[in-house]
């Protein structure tokens, strides 16, 4: 797998793209032809440890991605000419100014400012406090540290750690929240997966929602699906749509008009039931106003049902 930094070094050139860290695509674009029996190259990766690309320059680690190697090459000699490119190589890839579209297969970093991104194709990764506008994503979004970056529109795959708060207007397809960040997602057609203790807050959802580990995502308006998982503990505002809660997980639920089916040992709360709530297992909901129905069902699938009124 190619990693950010990638070189290639010939006996006497370092070669890398601005648009790309793919190994045979630098080879490509070089004339070099991409032979691993006789290679007459060295494929080449520096990068800093659990991606944070702020880290020190000292701090990345150089690694060499191939088995054989031409008779003139030299470890030490290969990474020391290397780590000259690197400087270059990180402010050829650093957004400072707006930029209309950020290619496919592209790497770009975002360290301090408010950069505007018109269109993202490739991976934008944002640092620090920066809080950077992308207006649509295609590609891949990673947040880290405290930046809130603004997406307007995503269609791609956004990706938040540590304590980053990006917000996205509207999701159609891929957000996956980690450690303890806090994405906002003002309206969420497709998938959303909450892990660690992420906080994820979700204004509109169509779509899924997903919640493990002891994240509380808070879906504020469900019509979609949210399934809540191990020890998570989501808060549903209003729910139009599915909840289902799995393991120890403790999601509460503030008012039920669609349907929430409780599984294993979970111990949801939903606060107004006026639709469905259907118990399995051992799991023990705790409903505390009904006006709708309620099934329970034992380990054989039998169940007793009753209306209240």
């Known amino acids: 797998m190619c990693r950010p930094a990638s070189f290639i070094v010939t006996k006497n050139r370092v070669l890398w793209l601005p648009d790309s ?51 003139w090459w030299n470890e030490k000699w290969g990474e020391k000419v290397c780590r000259e490119e690197l400087e270059a190589w990180l402010k050829a890839h650093t957004i400072t100014k707006d930029v209309d579209e950020i290619p496919k297969d592209a790497t770009r970093f975002v360290f301090t400012g408010s950069p505007k991104i018109g269109i993202n194709a490739g991976c934008v990764k944002t640092y620090g406090s920066s809080d950077p506008v992308v207006k649509e994503n295609t590609g891949d979004i990673n947040t880290y540290g405290y930046s809130k970056p603004a997406i307007e529109k995503n269609t791609g795959v956004v990706i938040s750690r540590d304590c980053s708060k990006p917000v996205i207007e509207k999701n159609t397809r891929e957000v996956i929240s980690h450690d303890s960040s806090k994405p906002v997602i003002e309206e969420n057609t497709r998938l959303i997966y909450a892990y660690d203790s992420s906080k994820p807050v979700i204004e509109e959802n169509t779509g899924n929602v997903c919640a493990y580990n002891s994240s509380k995502p808070v879906v504020k308006k469900n019509r979609g699906d949210v399934m809540v998982s191990n020890s998570s503990k989501a808060v549903i505002e209003e729910n139009r749509g599915y909840v289902y809660t799995y393991g120890s997980s403790k999601a509460v639920t503030k008012e039920n008009a669609g349907v929430v089916c409780t599984y294993d040992s979970s111990t949801p709360m939903i606060e107004k039931n006026m639709g469905k709530v259907m118990a399995y297992n051992s799991s023990k909901p705790v409903i505390k106003e009904n006006t709708g129905n309620i099934e329970v069902y034992d380990w054989y699938g039998k169940g007793n049902h009753h209306d209240t009124a």
């Open 21 to 71: 860290d793919n190994h045979s695509t630098i080879l490509e674009h070089f004339g070099i032809p991409d032979i691993d029996e006789t290679p007459d190259f060295v494929k080449v990766e520096i990068s800093p440890a659990e991606e944070r690309y702020n880290a020190p320059l000292s701090e990345w680690v150089f690694r060499v991605d191939q088995d054989r190697f031409p008779e």
